[in-house]
């Protein structure tokens, strides 16, 4: 994981989360593919979350072969089934995602879980001409064992 919280944090709101259940945690990412896109082009790409954990994202980065700077671009991810969106537009990317091309760190203002078994469509739409662009979300599944 980049670090954007600290395994004691991540470890009490866990706690306050799944309470009065055993639970195991284990670090995971996911990773969005996109097909290159040229400027204002829109790319779609999706990842399922395992069906027996759910997912706590805690940081988020992005990476691109662009000779132009690709923080511009905006994102918007969605969790297809509960149609639950992350933002509530489109977000350039440079406000919550770490990237290679300017080595700026950046990070979510808190956790955010995933609920098992969901579908998530990310959209990302190219202020910039984007060489194999990539979304990467960092952090735990959650698996929870008994009542």
């Known amino acids: 994981m980049f670090g954007a919280y ?25 990773v ?5 896109l040229n400027s204002t082009e829109i790319g779609v790409a999706t990842q399922k979350i395992i069906g ?13 072969l662009a000779t132009e700077s690709p923080l511009s671009s905006t994102i918007q991810i969605e969790d297809s089934g509960s ?5 509530n537009q489109s977000t350039p990317i440079f406000n919550f995602a770490s990237c290679s091309n300017n080595g700026a760190w950046r990070g979510l203002t808190f956790p955010r879980r995933v609920a098992g078994n969901s579908t998530l469509t990310a959209t990302l739409t190219a202020a910039a001409t984007l060489t194999s662009p990539q979304l990467y979300l960092d952090g735990v599944h959650v698996f929870v064992y008994g009542n």
């Open 6 to 30: 600290d395994f004691q944090h991540l470890q009490v709101l866990l706690s306050d989360i799944y309470a009065d259940r055993r639970i195991d945690v284990r670090p995971f990412g996911y």
């Open 52 to 64: 027996n954990a759910d997912f706590v994202v805690c940081s988020v980065a992005f990476g691109t």
């Open 32 to 36: 969005f593919d996109f097909a290159s």
């Open 83 to 87: 149609q639950e969106k992350f933002f």
